[in-house]
């Protein structure tokens, strides 16, 4: 029998999750520059349309179906290729308030987070990479890296097999399989593609501050459904979940922009909006699994460590444009991690951190399983680049990037900069009319 409010709420997370992409493409494309904006957000939005389509053909059934044989613990099987199987079946009961939901909505559900990993690759490599290069990575990608490490966390994988004492891994919402993940695959981008033209030389600076903050919301408001949702029922596990991510948020954007005080004397609209993602991506693996208490301070270590992190490309020289690595890769270890440390017995794991005497089994698998997430997504992203640039080239010639992305790639533009100067030279040169200026007529500026 189904369940219409866990139906509901599983429907609404999945709307709230999709939503979350086109805010990541308004969040990116803020912080590119004005030449290339386009660009950037279409490698959002592309996608959105390859996993959507890949994870009905076979994603779903990698992440989820059970493996053949020996093979279970890395990646799934075919039995739910095309989704055909599931439509009709439901999830049965738990008897606590779980379940009763359609199985098409999980699939659904799952689909957004797949299409959003993906995603946040893409703001590593800004301003550099071939469109139709990147069109290929996506499904390669997706295929080799998210669905095989999806399963290893949620699908009966491996990670459900480590264990030291009692402890054993949580992952609530996604933090190695969506973010270290992710992150790990970015530096291996960076790495391949190398550096863009003029990087740490001329100022590239974010060219649409409202941009970034208004995908920043985007965003923060599709989390409730990215984490809350992830408890698929509507109970006492989502509503600590959805404190937890608002609290945890709250407190990283606190924590930056006291760092950029700090360092640099003044505090930034870009510094609130990342402050706010590296809070969201690090309270995502433990959503359900702390206190509100534990949640602010995996925000605060979080936003304070990510602040320093974005620096390091500068130092260490790799071109992680749009802070991928520093946000996602760094905020997602140090919220899986401090999950050994303030994991409390309160949430739906039960299990207790170091910090409520629960040892330091809990932190041990933790380790173990963001370790493992970096090193295979670092691998295998670093071969499937190396073989596509090898193959058609993935980074763009150097004249690509000077001129822009959007109108080299494109033939568009986001902003008509032309029009807008014949408009202003046509106003200066244009007489006044007989009678005066009225309101038709070209104003000078």
């Not at 957000?41 to 493996?67: D, K, N, P, Q, R």
């Not at 079946?89 to 797949?114: C, T």
């Not at 698998?365 to 670092?378: C, D, E, R």
Request: negative net charge; aromatic residues 10%; proline residues 3%.
């Amino acid at each position: 029998m189904i369940d219409t409010g866990n139906t509901t709420w599983l429907l609404i997370s999945a709307a709230l999750v999709m939503l979350m992409t086109p805010g990541l493409a308004f969040f990116y494309g803020g912080m590119s520059r004005a030449k290339s904006v386009l660009n950037m957000m279409l490698m959002s939005f592309a996608s959105i349309a390859i996993v959507s389509v890949l994870w009905v053909l076979i994603g779903h059934s990698l992440t989820y179906a059970e493996g053949p044989g020996a093979l279970n613990h890395f990646i799934g099987g075919f039995d739910y290729l095309g989704l055909t199987s599931l439509v009709g079946e439901i999830e049965p009961s738990d008897g606590e308030g779980g379940g009763g939901y359609p199985l098409l909505v999980d699939a659904g559900f799952q689909m957004m987070f797949a299409i959003i990993t993906v995603a946040l690759i893409s703001g590593a490599i800004a301003d550099r990479a071939k469109f139709g290069a990147w069109l290929i990575f996506v499904p390669v990608w997706a295929l080799l890296a998210y669905f095989p490490v999806a399963h290893w966390v949620w699908g009966g994988g491996w990670f459900e097999l480590i264990g030291i004492g009692d402890a054993s891994v949580i992952d609530f919402a996604g933090g190695t399989a969506v973010h270290i993940n992710a992150g790990a695959a970015a530096l291996a981008l960076t790495v391949v593609l190398g550096r863009r033209k003029g990087f740490g030389v001329e100022s590239m600076r974010p060219h649409n501050l409202p941009f970034v903050l208004l995908g920043a919301a985007l965003l923060w408001f599709g989390w409730f459904g990215f984490n809350a949702g992830s408890a698929y029922a509507a109970d006492g596990v989502a509503a600590l979940a959805l404190v937890n991510t608002q609290v945890a948020t709250a407190a990283a954007i606190i924590a930056w922009m006291l760092v950029e005080k700090l360092r640099y004397g003044k505090a930034s609209a870009l510094g609130f909006a990342s402050g706010a993602v590296a809070g969201l991506v690090a309270i995502t693996p433990a959503a359900a699994d702390v206190s509100p208490m534990g949640a602010i301070a995996v925000g605060l270590v979080s936003g304070a460590l990510c602040a320093y992190a974005i620096s390091w490309k500068f130092k260490f020289k790799y071109d992680d444009a749009l802070d991928v690595v520093g946000v996602h890769l760094v905020g997602g270890v140090i919220g899986s991690l401090m999950i050994g440390i303030v994991a409390s017995a309160v949430g739906s794991s039960g299990a207790d951190g170091l910090l409520y005497g629960g040892g330091i089994d809990l932190l041990a698998v933790q380790l173990i399983a963001v370790v493992a997430t970096i090193v295979y997504s670092f691998v295998v992203t670093w071969v499937i680049a190396k073989v596509i640039d090898l193959v058609m080239g993935f980074r763009l010639p150097e004249e690509v990037e000077t001129n822009g992305l959007d109108h080299e790639l494109h033939a568009e533009t986001a902003y008509a900069f032309e029009e807008l100067d014949e408009l202003e030279e046509g106003a200066v040169s244009s007489p006044t009319p007989p009678g005066g200026e009225t309101a038709s007529s070209p104003v000078k500026s």
